[in-house]
């Protein structure tokens, strides 16, 4: 099937705004992750949903950045009042209830804060 | 709390040399231990993982086997190639929450 898929693919936008970030997982897995991945440097940890229970949401830099996931599925991640730090690859990430499956990894979000 | 740490890069070598790219963890438990690798223009994809100690993934000529002894999971490939090219991440999943970290990565440039 399908893999995971996120939009936009490429996002630009001035310092100040709002964006969202979209992430459709792959039907039936119930994890889902977020990291953001700088020019040069590794994947940081932002958040990670696990079915029903409460995110783990420690890795967020910031109270700018949110993220919800609805019906167990699509999840969104929102940035806040945008800067020029917050430009990266958003890269979403599902898996299924094993824990020792692997994660499946969409193309990422390029984001531009100008 | 849980950490992975990867030895710095980048890591430059001639074809059908030796890789090692050394990873060691910090976690509490059991946790599972991978191998992601991201070549360039792509996105990241799994290259092997090891869920409990002594465990040896293997694959693409690659091998890793999880050292609880010393906290280790190291990467090796007996011979690489140019297409070996690419970025390294060793990963930590908890045993208890699922949650799942990341090592900076290690650039490998292989030259003909």
């Known amino acids: 099937g399908a893999g995971v898929s996120q939009s936009p693919s490429n996002k630009v936008t001035e310092k100040g705004k709002d964006v969202e970030l979209r992430c459709d997982p792959i039907s039936g897995h119930t994890a889902l992750y977020w990291y953001r991945q700088s020019l040069g440097q590794g994947l940081e940890f932002l958040i990670y949903?696990?079915?029903?229970?409460?995110?783990?949401k420690s890795g967020l830099p910031s109270d700018r950045f949110s993220a919800e996931r609805t019906g167990g599925s699509v999840s969104t991640l929102t940035i806040q009042r945008t800067q020029q730090e917050d430009s990266a690859v958003y890269l979403c990430?599902?898996?299924?209830?094993?824990?020792?499956?692997?994660?499946?990894f969409g193309n990422g979000t390029r984001l531009t804060v100008t | 709390g849980n950490s992975v740490t990867q030895m710095e890069g980048p890591v430059t070598l001639s074809e059908e040399a030796f890789l090692t790219i050394n990873c060691t963890y910090t976690?509490?438990?059991?946790?599972?231990l991978f191998w992601y690798v991201q070549y360039p223009g792509e996105g990241l994809q799994l290259l092997l993982k090891a869920t409990k100690a002594d465990d040896k993934g293997s694959n693409k000529g690659f091998e890793a086997t999880y050292r609880k002894e010393t906290t280790s999971f190291h990467l090796e490939k007996g011979s690489v190639q140019v297409s070996d090219s690419a970025v390294y991440f060793c990963?930590?999943?908890?045993?208890?929450?699922?949650?799942?970290?990341f090592g900076q990565g290690t650039t490998l440039q292989v030259k003909p």
């Open positions: 990963a930590l999943a908890s045993s208890n929450t699922g949650k799942l970290i």
């Open positions: 990430a599902s898996r299924d209830t094993f824990l020792g499956s692997p994660l499946h």
């Open positions: 949903f696990q079915g029903n229970s409460a995110p783990d």
């Open positions: 976690a509490t438990g059991y946790p599972s």
